[in-house]
């Protein structure tokens, strides 16, 4: 598919997309977790992830920068202005002329509005805002719009999902379509949606971004990792939530 022209590049991305899992067939990550993992997720009281959130809201409320100004102020209360927000990224920038996700979109915020410095991938706090408004969408089915200006986009992002990659030359596609259900090092293999990101994974100890996994699921192939924030992963992450569509938001799920 690389040396396709665009025009071809996106027919084919939507064919390819086509033939995957169907959606009555979709199952979230949390269907294939075990008994105990899905106990923690469903109560909130128990769920580590939550630590996050109202870590989160404290840092919605909090003003900052040289603007001296909160989230709050802008938006007022995270309950109303941002249900269905996290169901929506990523979502195209028309001043970037790309998409971007939402933990860059928290940070433009803090940069542009706020005059703040922007917070460092992976770190406590910007963990901690993208999980407080994700959790705002939970339940709510995911809509990624892929219209015209996000098309290119979604067809990189598809023809990442099959690419070969690495020394084990393996694509996403080849665990999470063709082999999902089985097991991989005595896990099983979900089909790789991401409903619920930032989630806490046990294996981790901790919160994590998707594009956390990503890298973790390239560096297992022994590919070179995306950095942070860059087009192919965010592509990756529309492609994803795309493939995703109309599954429910779950922030923030618990992983094995």
Known sequence: ????????????????????????????GYDFAGREIRAMQDDDTTNPGMLWVMQGETLWAK????????????HGDARISMKGAA??????????????????????CRTERQHA?????????????????????????IAVRTDEQLRPFFALGNELFHRREGQLNLS???????????????SVIPQGHPTG???????????????????NCMIGVRAAPYEYSAPEAVALELYLMERASGMPIETPAVRP
Request: proline letters at 6%.
């Open 197 to 215: 990101y930032p989630l806490y994974r046990l294996e981790w100890q901790s919160l994590g971004s998707l594009q956390r996994r990503l890298r």
């Open 63 to 74: 003003k900052t920068g040289a603007a001296d100004r909160s989230c709050a102020d802008c």
């Open 117 to 141: 410095q922007s917070l460092a991938w992976e770190s406590e706090d910007l963990l901690a805002l993208t999980a407080f408004v994700a959790h705002q969408s939970r339940g709510v089915p």
């Open 87 to 108: 169901a929506r990224y990523p979502a195209f920038d028309a001043a970037l002329d790309r998409p971007v996700d939402l933990e860059q979109r928290i940070n433009q």
């Open 172 to 186: 996403c596609s080849q665990c999470h379509d063709d082999n999902w259900g089985k097991r991989l090092a005595g």
């Open 1 to 28: 598919m690389r040396g396709l022209p665009l025009p071809a590049l996106i027919v084919a991305a939507m064919a390819t997309a086509a033939a995957e899992t169907a959606p009555e067939a979709q199952r979230s």
